[in-house]
């Protein structure tokens, strides 16, 4: 970590030093907020994408009603959350 943060300070430097007598000032705030961050994971990233997908696909159907055959939309939804949930429970069981 301490390798990391000299790369960055250097770089900083670099990018925002105007003169080489000058001192590099920088100003920042912060403050720290409690939250519930929800960390990406390969089977959230794939329920995201099927969603999405599945958005498209009725966006379509609405505007073309030629297209058939798409007419359990919503159970296509259900089938796909309920299998994203059980490889999550699968997931969290190996963790501990």
Same mark, same amino acid.
């Given at each position: 970590?301490? +390798?990391? !943060? &000299?790369?960055?300070? $250097?770089? *900083?430097? $670099?990018? #925002?030093?105007?003169?080489?007598?000058?001192? =590099?000032?920088?100003?920042?705030?912060?403050?720290?907020? +409690? @939250? !519930?961050?929800? #960390?990406?994971?390969?089977?959230?990233?794939?329920?995201?994408?099927?969603?999405?997908? =599945?958005?498209?696909? *009725?966006?379509? =159907?609405?505007?073309? =009603?030629?297209?058939?055959?798409?007419?359990?939309?919503?159970?296509?939804?259900?089938?796909?959350? @309920? &299998?994203?949930?059980?490889? *999550?429970?699968?997931? @969290?069981? &190996?963790? #501990?």
């Amino acid at each position: 970590m301490h +390798e990391l !943060n &000299q790369v960055i300070v $250097e770089f *900083g430097y $670099e990018v #925002f030093k105007k003169k080489e007598a000058a001192a =590099l000032c920088c100003m920042t705030d912060s403050f720290v907020v +409690e @939250s !519930n961050v929800r #960390f990406p994971t390969d089977y959230n990233l794939l329920w995201d994408s099927a969603r999405k997908s =599945l958005d498209m696909i *009725g966006k379509f =159907l609405k505007k073309w =009603l030629e297209i058939k055959k798409w007419r359990k939309i919503c159970n296509c939804y259900s089938k796909t959350k @309920s &299998q994203m949930r059980a490889v *999550g429970k699968i997931d @969290s069981c &190996q963790l #501990f």
